[in-house]
């Protein structure tokens, strides 16, 4: 796999918050999916790599370019989807690309006809008659048409309906078979990146809490579901957080394979991305 | 940088037939002699030196500026087509403003009003204060975004406007009463002004922009 975007111990403190020492890196050829709630540091990140926000400390690099020394460069190598489409509501799709011709050098006007096509996004209609998806579609068609080796989407999918979404996927997916092409997809949405992702990372109030490959952490990690209890004579070691009700217990088992060895009676079942993140995030700390 | 001028054209085109149609019917009136032609002179110039501040409410409304910033054009280059525009909005001013009064000259509609060389005369000082007054502003809304910008814009144009009154004022002078001749080597140092005070104000814009957390 080839290298792709690097960060190195970002940190940006911005109002009452704090993006604290993240280190992270994006491989190419792969998708990965940056979760976590509302305010937990997602956009900020994003912004940070794309220096709309300037970070205290840390580095980030895209294949050996500075996301600020080689700042044109850096962008150049970039498509970004942001959550609300960008262009103006009197613009035209063909407006739209004419603009973007002026703004990236390898912009590509065929290929975004291309996309237009593939996207049903009429011509001749100003934006402001376009729906949210046909938004989304025209800031993923304008992000994809300058050859960018860098995919940053920002809840881009999120407030579509499912055979958008299920669009949008497919180009990503489509986009990732050349191995020096990454996709960094934030979402709310975990099944979305359950379905994509090859990576997940997940940010709680401003750290990262957990990365690592989706396969490995949803074969990984299991959901007990038990008594008080039986709870009670666990090894907490094997579990990582725990969310009790007035009836029942869960937990969240850090190795399956291994809870079962030591516990065959207990049943722990297969865990979802949402799951996890709940846990997470609200599970309570053992 | 040529797709953020593009882009402003575009805002332009969308807004141009009201602006087409404002300017026709100050020419008109101005023709059938309602008001004074220095009257449309300052209003075309101040409604086209709006231009940059106009086209920077609708960058925000769509969140233009971010995803901008975001791109290679940088935030520098956002900078420098907002000021090239705000140039080129004050230049279509003045040239409207000189084919207007050239044309009433040439159709003897002047006689009774002013003369033509005070009227070309004012046209240039006005767009040396619109130059000025997007020197002013541009900085102003880069800063706090274009709704604290409204704010400034109306403490600067009633400042502006006492300064506008003044010329207005020398400008209406019976023209038997008239003895002021401008000399046009004055309209040098003039430009040099407002082009100098709209290069710092870029400056300024630049600085702010670099800071900015966008």
């Excluded at chain 1, 938004?135 to 050859?147: E, P, R």
């Excluded at chain 1, 490959?213 to 009670?232: F, H, I, P, S, V």
Aim: proline share 4%; with cysteine.
């Amino acid at each position: 796999m080839n290298s792709g975007l690097e960060l190195k111990n970002v940190s940006k403190s911005y109002g009452s918050f704090t993006l604290n020492n993240i280190s992270l890196s994006i491989p190419g050829g792969t998708i990965t999916g940056l979760i976590g709630a509302n305010g937990a540091g997602k956009t900020t990140l994003i912004k940070c790599i794309l220096s709309l926000l300037r970070p205290e400390q840390g580095k980030i690099t895209f294949r050996g370019l500075d996301s600020i020394e080689d700042e044109q460069a850096f962008k150049e190598e970039i498509g970004v989807a942001l959550d609300e489409c960008p262009y103006h509501d009197i613009f035209t799709p063909p407006e739209v690309g004419r603009v973007m011709a002026g703004l990236y050098q390898a912009w590509d006007m065929p290929r975004f006809e291309q996309y237009l096509t593939q996207f049903g996004l009429p011509r001749d209609k100003k934006i402001k008659t376009f729906s949210r998806g046909m938004k989304m579609k025209l800031s993923i068609a304008a992000a994809l048409s300058h050859h960018p080796r860098l995919l940053l989407l920002d809840e881009a999918t999120s407030g579509l309906d499912p055979i958008v979404r299920e669009e949008i996927l497919d180009e990503l997916l489509a986009f990732i078979e050349d191995e020096e092409h990454a996709v960094l997809l934030s979402s709310h949405i975990t099944s979305d990146l359950e379905k994509v992702c090859d990576y997940i990372a997940c940010l709680h109030q401003g750290e990262l809490i957990l990365r690592g490959e989706k396969d490995e952490l949803l074969t990984g990690y299991g959901r007990l579901l038990c008594t008080r209890a039986e709870l009670d004579r666990v090894d907490k070691s094997l579990l990582h957080g725990v969310r009790a009700s007035q009836f029942s217990c869960e937990a969240l088992v850090k190795d399956k394979r291994v809870f079962r060895q030591a516990y065959p009676e207990l049943t722990v079942d297969p865990i979802t991305l949402e799951e996890l993140m709940l846990f997470l995030i609200k599970g309570e700390v053992l | 940088m040529t797709g953020l001028l593009q882009k402003e054209f575009y805002i332009f085109k969308s807004i141009s037939k009201t602006y087409l149609i404002i300017w026709c019917c100050f020419a008109l009136a101005t023709v059938f002699q309602f008001y004074m032609p220095s009257f449309f002179v300052v209003i075309t110039t101040f409604l086209f030196g709006m231009l940059p501040i106009t086209t920077m409410k609708q960058d925000e409304l769509s969140r233009w500026t971010v995803f901008a910033a975001a791109t290679p054009a940088t935030r520098a280059g956002i900078v420098n087509a907002k000021y090239l525009f705000g140039v080129l909005g004050c230049l279509l001013a003045l040239a409207g403003n000189l084919a207007l009064v050239t044309a009433l000259s040439l159709a003897g509609r002047l006689e009774e009003s002013v003369p033509l060389g005070i009227l070309l005369f004012l046209a240039v000082i006005m767009f040396t204060l619109a130059l000025v007054f997007q020197a002013l502003l541009l900085p102003i809304n880069f800063r706090f975004g274009t709704q604290k910008g409204s704010i400034a814009m109306i403490v600067i144009a009633a400042g502006g406007a006492g300064a506008i009154i003044a010329i207005l004022s020398v400008a209406e002078v019976e023209p038997a009463t008239y003895s002021f001749a401008p000399s046009p080597w004055l309209l040098v140092p003039l430009l040099l002004i407002g082009f100098l005070a709209l290069c710092l104000s870029k400056k300024i814009s630049s600085g702010i922009m670099k800071k900015k957390e966008l």
